[in-house]
């Protein structure tokens, strides 16, 4: 016979939301963003690869191919305003990925990321050297945001 398991905890169901799979950078705080680009996660071996698949764990976690190209001008904007507007409504950030996907012109929101991952091949990483910044001035304009908050002079950061 079968046992039945009842695990008794709500589940997420979402629809599947086809087109480019995108996320969107933003740096800085409310009154002084530092960069906002939104950059498409490809594969460098099939450019539609996320058109129609999930982006995974597996994909980002174990795979080489996995790359970031900017989009920024695909959204209107007004997309871009109401994208900032929202980030800026949450009050103090420094820093937050908003994951979503991109189709016919118009951005769908899939999640909010406000601990997103900063690792050198991140796509912050990506999207600060797209404008020639390194990966230091990437992780300098996040701390200046948190420092100013609290008040800490960032001179205490930089070396002389």
Same mark, same amino acid.
């Given at each position: ?9 709500? =589940? ?10 995108? &996320?969107? &950078? =933003? ?7 530092? !960069?906002?680009?939104? !950059? ?7 450019? #539609?690869?996320? %058109?129609?698949?999930?982006? #995974? ?35 103090? !950030? ?13 951005? #769908?929101? =899939? ?10 091949? $991140? $796509? %912050? ?11 230091? #001035? ?13 008040? =800490? ?8």
């Amino acid at each position: 016979s079968k046992q039945q398991v009842l695990f008794r905890q709500p =589940i997420i169901v979402e629809e599947f939301v086809s087109g480019s799979e995108v &996320c969107i &950078c =933003i740096v800085g705080s409310p009154g002084n963003i530092k !960069m906002f680009e939104v !950059m498409e996660v490809t594969s460098e071996k099939d450019e #539609t690869f996320f %058109f129609n698949r999930l982006y #995974t764990a597996k994909d980002k976690h174990h795979s080489d191919s996995v790359v970031h190209k900017r989009i920024t001008d695909k959204l209107n904007p007004g997309q871009k305003e109401n994208i900032l507007a929202m980030y800026k409504a949450l009050g103090k !950030m420094d820093f937050m990925r908003v994951d979503g996907r991109v189709k016919d012109g118009q951005f #769908t929101l =899939i999640e909010l990321t406000p601990d997103g991952y900063l690792g050198s091949d $991140s $796509s %912050f990483a990506d999207a600060y050297r797209y404008h020639g910044k390194s990966y230091e #001035t990437l992780l300098c304009d996040i701390i200046h945001s948190a420092s100013t908050y609290y008040q =800490i002079p960032y001179s205490n950061y930089i070396k002389n």
